[in-house]
């Protein structure tokens, strides 16, 4: 059998994806729409700012829905209090679910152990060693903490999609031994990182906490980068042989006090 990979995880994930009921919404008055509309810019504004994590919103296009709110928490516990906060605003009545997706931030192993390996052996600690194990965990963990626990990154445009691997007959990921699967990331990575600066990259685990494997949330200032990075991975063995993907949701992030504008006009600042 195959060896599972070590995982690193951070920061619980929600993705929750909502449709405006726009003929319920346009027949209330201006005053009724602006008062449901500071009520709900309130709560978003509190929601960016808990004890322990991060929510931005974003203002969808296309028909796959309007809104967007993106949720990372400690526990599910918070995460699920976050959600009913929502829940209970006046303008949720006027919102349609039309896409959810819960998951938690994750960092693979495949790289990330090498890393912090070679990171300890210039410490001069070398396997066989006492403490080898626990010094690159160690270290692996402090490598990753600001990839796990990141704050929303302060980008104009985020799209996100889910994806798994595939498991049919004529190729199946998880028969791969763990030395395959790590040159295909390996390969993966180095596409990734040939982006660095334009793009910020949130990989989260959804194995056992949603439909898909994984879930992918790209951040960056010019859309046109979604493309370009997307489309080259989709040649890179890891996607074109091994890859299957869901829907993609590309938005344009506003401030909770915009969402009056964002109501109103369609106007995103």
Known sequence: MAEAPTTLEGWYSLHDIYAIDWPRWNDLSRADQASISAEASSVL???????????????????????????W???????????????????????????????????????????????????GTKPGDAGYEAAVQTEMERIAKPRL??????????????????????????????????????GHGEIGR????????VIQGSVGLDDWEWGVTLFADDPLVFKKLIYEMRFDPASSRFAL???????????????????????VR
């Open 149 to 186: 626990f990141p704050a929303v990154p302060d980008k104009r445009y985020c799209c996100f999609y889910p994806m798994s691997k595939r498991r049919g007959e004529q190729v199946n990921w998880y028969d791969l031994s763990t030395e395959e699967r790590a040159g295909f990331m390996k």
């Open 45 to 71: 504004a509190a929601l960016q700012q808990p004890a322990d994590g991060h929510s931005a919103v974003f203002s969808l296009l296309s028909q796959k829905g309007d809104l967007c709110l993106v949720h």
């Open 245 to 267: 993907f869901g829907p993609f949701y590309v938005g344009i992030r506003f401030a909770p006090s915009g969402l009056d504008q964002v109501l109103a006009q369609g106007l």
């Open 194 to 201: 040939k982006y660095a600066g334009k793009v910020v990259q």
């Open 73 to 123: 928490r400690r526990t599910l516990e918070e995460l699920r209090q976050a959600e009913l906060t929502w829940a209970q605003t006046r303008l949720r009545s006027f919102l349609v679910p039309s896409y959810s997706y819960l998951a938690v931030i994750e960092l693979g192993g495949y790289e990330l152990s090498q890393h912090a390996a070679a990171m300890v052996a210039r410490a």
